[in-house]
Nanobody, 116 residues
Framework: QVQLVESGGGLVQPGGSLRLSCAASGFTFSTYIMRWYRQAPGKEREWVAVVSTGGNTNYADSVKGRFTISRDNAKNTVYLQMNSLKPEDTAVYYC??????????WGQGTQVTVSS
């Protein structure tokens, strides 16, 4: 079965960096677009970044220039490098894969807290 397992979250000071990882299994990782989302307390889940099968990337305006999404198809893993973190980046971060219109999978999430 499809599994997505995020890791790498934690507490970081404003201006700091974190790298999130999402280990995927149960599907042919290299052939699917991978996405990161986040959900802050009391807010809707929002899209953060996407990486295509060929490595093309796109970002939400709120993180553009600070976050970098990448993938390692040999390790079935997608990453989110987060630099210049701000308190408003505090959220639970989720990775996501859509195998088709009916099969949309999420990981369990990893908490990122940006605070001094």
């Amino acid at each position: 079965q499809v599994q997505l397992v995020e890791s790498g979250g934690g507490l970081v000071q404003p201006g700091g960096s974190l790298r999130l990882s999402c280990a995927a299994s149960g599907f042919t990782f290299s052939t699917y677009i991978m996405r990161w989302y986040r959900q802050a307390p009391g807010k809707e889940r929002e899209w953060v970044a996407v990486v295509s099968t060929g490595g093309n990337t796109n970002y939400a305006d709120s993180v553009k220039g600070r976050f970098t999404i990448s993938r390692d198809n040999a390790k079935n893993t997608v990453y989110l490098q987060m630099n210049s973190l701000k308190p408003e980046d505090t959220a639970v971060y989720y990775c996501n894969v859509r195998l088709n219109v009916a099969l949309n999978y999420w990981g369990q999430g990893t908490q990122v807290t940006v605070s001094s």
